[in-house]
């Protein structure tokens, strides 16, 4: 029987007085024993958050009060064990980090475009199809002939696309994203400097899953998400990779049986550039979470990143 329900949501809507709405928020999650992280901004609300069925219910239903987040919706999946040991509810420029003023969903975006359309969207050979996710996640999967923009970062998505896209040249771009937050604010951008056809799959990758059948499918490999799953595939299953406590990257099966592996520790992708102090500390962390877990107790230590 799973205990917890996660809820990952995001809305572009223009908020105010965003002191008064952290507060009062901070307070429902931790009456209601909710925890995760919930991001605020001038231009909307991002976050995921964990609990029993009826306290998640009660913050949807704070949040649903605010003007402009009435329609908000958000994805659910179930845990048995809690995935976040903490509240933080957060003040921030922006929802998703891009770091470019002007670029607004709440003003112009570009065409949503539903999973059941997407094959066709991005079958189109005048389309350029991007991924606009990090490199990390993109490692894993992808959607079939996707532009991999080679990105630490989604803040460093604005210097591709002036390097490499034209709004004279580039007619139609079909942009994705995990959830669709990257992907609408992306869409925004490209609008602002003057791309005419501009998609972006509504609901993101976990949405396509979701309703598209394996065999029409044009996705490839699994999908990395931001909670205890790491990562899913089609059906939106469970997927095979575990994540890497010290670069929170995913880890597949085949890497674990690296030399550069360790449990706890270090995976390929990190193993070089730790100092032996750091494998040190990640290798005494590690233990801890183990004889917490023995002792039926909470280790409190990093959690999953955010989608921003």
């Not at 609990?51 to 239903?61: E, P, Q, T």
């Not at 999946?77 to 770091?99: C, D, H, L, N, Q």
Request: charged content about 30%; some cysteine; aromatic content about 8%.
């Amino acid at each position: 029987m799973t205990a917890y329900v996660v809820a990952a949501l995001y809305r572009f809507a223009p908020l105010g007085n965003l002191p008064a709405m952290k507060s009062s928020l901070q307070k429902i999650c931790d009456e209601n024993e909710v925890c995760g992280t919930l991001l605020l901004a001038k231009e909307g609300v991002n976050g995921t958050i964990a609990g029993k069925r009826k306290g998640i219910d009660a913050v949807l239903r704070a949040l649903k009060r605010y003007p402009g987040l009435e329609e908000l919706e958000h994805k659910e999946s179930r845990a048995t064990e809690a995935p976040f040991y903490r509240m933080k509810v957060r003040i921030k420029k922006e929802i998703v980090t891009m770091g470019v003023d002007g670029a607004d969903p709440n003003k112009a975006v570009g065409e949503y475009v539903a999973p059941e359309d997407w094959n066709k969207i991005i079958s189109d050979k005048e389309t350029v199809v991007i991924d606009t996710r990090n490199g990390y996640e993109i490692k894993i999967g992808t959607f079939k002939n996707a532009v991999d923009p080679e990105t630490a970062s989604f803040s460093e998505f604005p210097a591709y696309v002036k390097e490499n896209l034209d709004p004279k040249k580039n007619k139609k771009v079909a942009m994705f994203c995990t959830g669709g937050i990257r992907c609408e604010k992306a869409s925004a951008y490209m609008k602002q400097l003057g791309f005419e056809k501009v998609y972006h799959l509504q609901g993101g990758i976990l949405k396509y899953l979701e309703q598209v059948p394996e065999k029409e499918s044009l996705w490839q490999g699994e999908c990395f998400v931001f909670d205890q799953r790491v990562a899913v595939t089609h059906g939106l299953k469970e997927g095979t990779h575990i994540l890497c406590p010290s670069c929170r990257c995913p880890v597949s099966p085949a890497e674990t049986k690296s030399k550069k592996y360790i449990d706890g520790v270090a995976c390929p992708a990190c193993f070089d550039t730790l100092t032996p102090e750091k494998k040190a500390a990640a290798a005494e962390r590690h233990k801890q979470v183990k004889l917490a877990k023995k002792r039926g107790e909470k280790h409190i230590g990093r959690e999953f990143p955010q989608e921003e």
